[in-house]
Structure formats: C-alpha cells, structure tokens
T-cell receptor, first 116, second 114 residues
Framework: DQQVKQNSPSLSVQEGRISILNCDYT??????FLWYKKYPAEGPTFLIS?????DKNEDGRFTVFLNKSAKHLSLHIVPSQPGDSAVYFC???????????????FGQGTRLTINP | KAGVTQTPRYLIKTRGQQVTLSCSPI?????VSWYQQTPGQGLQFLFE???????NKGNFPGRFSGRQFSNSRSEMNVSTLELGDSALYLC?????????????FGQGTRLTVV
C-alpha cells in the first residue's frame, strides 16, 4: 500500500521556467511533509518541509504548498536552474503518533531534468 | 560540522553471508534511522534507534537488525544475505525530538549480493 505517491516518474522543464512536482498521500495521520533532492550515488539532501498547520512554506526558490483536504502537496522551483536536475522525493511522517516522528514514508521520486 | 558518515561505501557479498554496515550521525544527533533504496520499492524505512534503543521498526524480516552505541553511532546487520538484499542502504541522522523531523542522510552503502 503506497501511502505517499508521486505519480510522475519524470519531468522536463526549460531553464528559467517554473518546475512543479506533485505528491499525494493517503494516510490522514501524516502531519509533517518534507522534500528531498537526490543525485546519483549520493544520499538524499533535505530541501524544505511543511507542517500540516500551514498551507505554504517558502525558502528562496523553493515553495511547498499543502492542500490537506485533497491530501496533496507540491514543490515549486522558480526559476529552475540546470543544477536542479535530480530526483526529488516527497516524504511524510506522523509526528502526533508516539515515536512516529522519525519514520519517514517516501514517495517513489520524480526525476527532474532542466533543459538549457 | 561533519555530516553523516557511512562505511563502507561499496560492498560485494555472496548469498548466505552476513554483512555489517556502519553509520556515524551528525554530532549531537541522537536518532539514527536506516532506509533501503531499491529501484522497484523506492526508499523503505528499516528501523530507528534513539538513545541505544530501537524506537520504531519497518516491515522487514528479522534478518535485518541493528544497534546503537552510547556515542550514537549505529550499525546495521543483515544475515543470510539474499540476492534481493542488493540495494543502497542509507542512514539518516536527526536530533530525535518529536517535533523536529528533518533527517539528514549519509551517502549510503551500496551492497551487491552475488
């Protein structure tokens, strides 16, 4: 049972444009969401997170939006740069659950390619 | 501040053997989690250790085990290796606070079982 889903395995965007990566979840216990970026042969790098009490969090070129009613979150990158080319994973955790904070449930990832 | 260090980076083992992977978390972090990444299953949570105790566990067979030492360093052991255990094993370090879930990953250990 895939509790966190990234339905687009790949996305191609022109440099300078906006990249939008989507993620859906099914478990209503999730109350904290994170985005990670991963290059080949490296571990995931933390990008940005959002608590379920918010609907938007912004950090530089990265903005995460959360729609709790739709159980959907998205990561916006603007403007997109060639160095953004990587695999992006969304992850969720259930912090309200006892000892549930550290168990991250990941989506399958979306490979983002930024074309010059 | 040094990041998360995993050793070794690469490992080749034979079916039936056992293997031990090591993870040194970020200084001051008390929580270490382990994940398995495979092309088919993505990133799957194995277990989490906090203050030398296993605090959370994923859905993996008992062949997968771990421990944490008093200095927060952690080891993961896989016994009776199977071909399907070939994967990238990632260790994540975090403070362990309930409200602080940002986990910082090491570069991983690439295990190949032949």
């Amino acid at each position: 049972d895939q509790q966190v889903k990234q339905n687009s395995p790949s996305l191609s965007v022109q440099e300078g444009r906006i990249s939008i990566l989507n993620c859906d979840y099914t478990n209503s216990m999730f109350d904290y969401f994170l985005w990670y970026k991963k290059y080949p042969a490296e571990g995931p790098t933390f990008l940005i997170s959002i608590s379920s009490i918010k609907d938007k969090n912004e950090d530089g070129r990265f903005t995460v939006f959360l729609n709790k009613s739709a159980k959907h979150l998205s990561l916006h990158i603007v403007p997109s740069q060639p160095g953004d080319s990587a695999v992006y994973f969304c992850a969720a955790s259930a912090r309200r659950r006892i000892q549930g904070a550290q168990k991250l449930v990941f989506g399958q990832g979306t490979r983002l390619t930024i074309n010059p | 501040k040094a990041g998360v260090t995993q050793t070794p980076r690469y490992l080749i083992k034979t079916r039936g053997q056992q293997v031990t992977l090591s993870c040194s978390p970020i200084s001051g972090h008390r929580s270490v989690s382990w994940y398995q990444q495979t092309p088919g299953q993505g990133l799957q949570f194995l277990f989490e250790y906090f203050s030398e105790t296993q605090r959370n566990k994923g859905n993996f067979p008992g062949r997968f085990s771990g421990r944490q030492f008093s200095n927060s360093r952690s080891e993961m052991n896989v016994s009776t290796l199977e071909l399907g255990d070939s994967a990238l094993y990632l260790c994540a370090s975090s403070s362990g606070d309930t409200l602080n879930t940002e986990a910082f990953f090491g570069q991983g250990t690439r295990l190949t079982v032949v």
